[in-house]
């Protein structure tokens, strides 16, 4: 899926299982994955000598990080960085040529003011790369036997989200090349009930007739490429909690969601479904930018 990965590391135990599993890809064409480290700008400012300390004290955590990567047979490097993180994440990945921006979440330290802050806002409004959000509880789940099985196989059971804008047109694009792997794939479409009810919702059989066969339209499409299977449903709720009990229910190992672009439309996204269905998913989400990102 992809051969270039920037992997954003907190440096922590639990980032040395997310790459870990990003390593696990080497199997899948995974050719390279640069480790980046970037200390907010504001911790840094104004104290002399302070970059120094950190680059020597970090350096060593770093080359380990990457030392795993090469141990399983894939080139690596790291990078250390001072500054806004969002804007030094985009800059690295595109040095890099990285093709996605992969962090593991697990709720502590940098990775806990990430999710509860306005850092993965940033992120996940700004970049104009896909985000995949690891979920380092789920792997913690897993007998590490299994680990690298869970890992090699992330990519071969997928949920897609969409609503049919062209913001999710990216989020298509990466399943379709999924589905050239072979991969199972699940199509769920959220009618917004708050837009339903009350005044439409004598229409709500026409809307979901209407979308189920727009939803058919695709699984045919992925079916020819040579997805495995493809199945679909149209459910009516609030779009976060009717994608979230579709992902318990279907269990998939990965999920695939959209965003909108920069403007308001990105903020009311990301903070409604987007930035909440990747906090709270129990398998890991790739986010993934609209195509004029």
Known sequence: MFRRVLFATDLSAAADLALDCV???QGLGLANVAVAHVHSIGYVAGAAGLEEKLRADHA???????????????????RLEFGVPYLELER??????????VLGSHGGSWIKEVWLGSIADAILRHLTLPVLVIKVNRLLEIPRERCADFCGSLFGKVLLATD???ATAGAVDSVRK??????????????????????????????????????????GEL?????REVSQEVRTDHPVKGLLAAIREWQPRLVVVGR?????????????????VARESPAPVLVVPPREA
């Open 23 to 25: 390593a696990g890809w």
């Open 60 to 78: 060593p955590k770093l080359e380990r990080q990457a030392q795993r990567v090469r141990d399983a047979g894939v080139h690596a490097s790291w």
């Open 92 to 101: 690295v990945a595109r040095e890099e040529g990285a093709e996605v921006v």
């Open 164 to 166: 049919f804008s062209p």
């Open 178 to 219: 999924l589905a050239r792997q072979g991969a199972e794939v699940r199509l769920v479409h959220v009618q917004e009930h708050s837009r339903i009810f009350p005044h439409l919702a004598s229409r709500l059989d026409e809307f979901n007739r209407e979308d189920a066969r727009r939803l058919e339209e695709l699984a």
């Open 223 to 227: 079916r020819r490429l040579g997805a």
């Open 260 to 276: 909108h672009g920069r403007g308001a439309g990105a903020r009311r996204l990301i903070g409604s479904t987007s930035h909440d």
